[in-house]
């Protein structure tokens, strides 16, 4: 049986999607869902202290978003800039760590300076928010696997010590928004014992009340970690 310290949810990760069908079913521009979405985040990042939640990972923009069409991309680069800019000082308040996980190193010089910036200072917060940048799961296992290889046996132990995520809590909970139910090359070696949760709300209008809900069902499901 479970104890109680398994019905907690230390790490929740969360594909956020429908950004672009919550602006077609208002007959915005698609830039505007996206917008709304950032709104969401942040509303969900203020909502954190209320909850148990030792790391929060979001799924921002991953490796395959450069097919979008360019000014999609512009504008989804243009909002991380305002996002960043805005929202640091909030995040020092509260005591927010930021973390970034991908090959983030290859977006715009201006953002990766920015975002330097913002690690150096959130570096000592207390709670993480680990956000997803031109991430990829596939590349991410391929490039921890290498780094395992070049010093010594390639194993399990020795891939997730190499993984982006290798100082965070194991990963509980994940949950994708909009009603798709795939994983989209996200936290795939992660994964592999989370709970998943697939909710038809858009990201748009995902709200801290959501996220307690599935708290709340992470809480009654019983984790057997491949036992019985």
């Known amino acids: 049986m479970a104890d109680s310290h398994d019905k907690i949810a230390r790490h929740v990760a969360i594909i956020m999607d429908g950004n672009g069908r919550w602006a077609k079913r208002k007959h915005l521009p698609r830039v505007m869902g996206h917008r709304k979405g950032v709104e969401a985040v942040r509303e969900l990042v203020r909502s954190l202290k209320d909850t148990e939640i030792e790391c929060l990972t979001l799924y921002a923009f991953s490796s395959e978003n450069w097919k979008r069409p360019e000014e999609e991309v512009d504008d989804l680069m243009n909002l991380m ?101 795939r994983l989209s090359n996200f936290l795939l070696w992660q994964a592999a014992y989370a709970e998943m949760l697939f909710t038809d709300v858009l990201w748009p209008d995902f709200t801290p009340a959501h996220l307690k809900d599935a708290l709340d069902q992470f809480a009654g499901r019983e984790r057997r970690f491949g036992g019985r």
């Open 81 to 181: 800039r305002k996002f960043i800019k805005s929202d640091l000082p909030e995040f020092i308040a509260n005591d927010v760590k930021l973390k970034i996980v991908g090959d983030w190193q290859e977006l715009a010089p201006d953002i990766v300076e920015m975002l330097e910036d913002a690690l150096d200072k959130t570096a000592h917060g207390s709670r993480t928010l680990a956000v997803a940048l031109n991430y990829g799961a596939h590349a991410e296992i391929v490039q921890a696997a290498r780094k395992a290889a070049q010093v010594g046996e390639i194993n399990e132990e020795s891939i997730a010590a190499n993984l982006f995520t290798a100082d965070l809590p194991p990963l509980d909970l994940l949950i994708r928004t909009s009603g798709e139910v």
